[in-house]
């Protein structure tokens, strides 16, 4: 299936799946490799150092200094990775709703790291997002 560019089609079939597990945002010196009892979901390398993104037991038993307890919402819906607006209005929505969000696109879909006391608020404004998404002319600001 080619992957999804248009935005309402976006919005509307995006599905949003609460994946299990906590997660959090840790990072390590750029120059330092990965712990081997680590499993990152994510690894992202800056300039300050090296971000991973690991279940929050991993982090615990490996001693890492971590921040940001989330859950990890999927949406399915495989989006191109040249959409337009598509995290703009997810994004949009959450900030209504006060909940923060660390996004990330990957090859197939979108991925929302969210606080774990807002996953269900979160999970609840996306519902409502996919059943009126707003129209092509709506704007976002």
């Given at each position: 299936m080619p992957a999804e560019r248009d935005l309402t089609a976006l919005l509307?079939?995006?599905?949003?799946?609460?994946q299990p597990g906590i997660f959090v945002f840790c990072t390590i010196a750029a120059n330092a490799p990965v712990p081997a009892a680590l499993n990152p979901l994510l690894t992202f390398r800056e300039q300050e150092g090296t971000t991973l993104v690991v279940l929050r037991?991993?982090?615990e038993a490996a001693g890492l200094n971590c921040a940001f307890p989330s859950r990890l919402i999927t949406l399915t819906v495989h989006s191109a990775l040249d959409a337009?607006?598509?995290l703009a209005a997810v994004a949009a929505r959450l900030a209504d709703a006060g909940i923060s969000v660390n996004a990330v696109s990957a090859f197939h879909h979108d991925h929302l790291f969210v606080p774990v006391d807002r996953a269900d608020d979160a999970m609840a404004a996306l519902s409502e997002i996919a059943?009126?998404?707003?129209?092509?002319?709506?704007?976002?600001?």
């Amino acid at each position: 299936m080619p992957a999804e560019r248009d935005l309402t089609a976006l919005l509307k079939n995006m599905k949003p799946e609460l994946q299990p597990g906590i997660f959090v945002f840790c990072t390590i010196a750029a120059n330092a490799p990965v712990p081997a009892a680590l499993n990152p979901l994510l690894t992202f390398r800056e300039q300050e150092g090296t971000t991973l993104v690991v279940l929050r037991e991993e982090a615990e038993a490996a001693g890492l200094n971590c921040a940001f307890p989330s859950r990890l919402i999927t949406l399915t819906v495989h989006s191109a990775l040249d959409a337009v607006g598509f995290l703009a209005a997810v994004a949009a929505r959450l900030a209504d709703a006060g909940i923060s969000v660390n996004a990330v696109s990957a090859f197939h879909h979108d991925h929302l790291f969210v606080p774990v006391d807002r996953a269900d608020d979160a999970m609840a404004a996306l519902s409502e997002i996919a059943l009126s998404p707003p129209s092509k002319n709506a704007s976002m600001a």
